[in-house]
């Protein structure tokens, strides 16, 4: 098992309920399409450590774009060892060179998740309240029932407007 990557490379997959909406996480495998867009097939895929499911279909051209870019980015990284040492073969993607393979990026094998997501934290700005405080001298509460009525009415209201309007010309 040395130089094979322990876990396989998951694609970006969106949740599915509104629940989890926007949230995304590392699905089961890559379609088809997105490993075909990235210059691979499903069975050489199996063998490189990147994982495959022929039953998921991409929703969003975004999402496609995401996992072939990831793929992409595996691709360049990957170190694939030549099975006969002086005869390195070209293929999908060709294997390693003399160089590469005794480097130390070789010698390492990687244990925990094979490119794994990165979540941004959203910032966070501290402001004193005292500032809003000051500047808006109609309170919160009046501020929202006046928007609640506004919205409830609006349409009531563009109608008697457009009446009126009908009615001058």
């Known amino acids: 098992?040395?130089?094979?990557?322990?876990?396989?490379?998951?694609?970006?997959?969106?949740?599915?309920?509104?629940?989890?909406?926007?949230k995304v996480r590392l699905g089961r495998g890559f379609t088809l399409q997105e490993l075909k867009s990235a210059g691979l097939t499903a069975a050489f895929a199996r063998t490189v450590g990147i994982s495959v499911d022929h039953r998921r279909s991409s929703s969003s051209q975004e999402q496609h774009d995401l996992n072939v870019n990831r793929l992409k980015e595996y691709k360049s990284k990957m170190i694939l060892f030549p099975r006969k040492e002086n005869k390195p073969k070209k293929g999908m993607i060709a294997d390693a060179t003399a160089e590469a393979v005794k480097s130390a990026a070789a010698s390492e094998t990687h244990h925990g998740t094979v490119m794994p997501l990165k979540h941004a934290k959203p910032e966070?700005?501290?402001?004193?309240?005292?500032?809003?405080?000051?500047?808006s001298k109609i309170g919160v509460?009046?501020?929202?029932?006046?928007?609640?009525?506004?919205?409830?009415?609006?349409?009531?209201?563009?109608?008697?407007?457009?009446?009126?309007?009908d009615a001058k010309k």
């Open 124 to 135: 966070v700005k501290i402001v004193k309240v005292a500032d809003y405080a000051s500047k």
């Open 1 to 22: 098992m040395f130089p094979r990557p322990i876990k396989s490379l998951r694609p970006v997959v969106s949740s599915a309920t509104r629940r989890y909406a926007g």
């Open 141 to 165: 509460y009046h501020t929202l029932r006046s928007v609640r009525t506004n919205t409830r009415y609006k349409g009531r209201r563009d109608k008697k407007r457009q009446e009126e309007e």
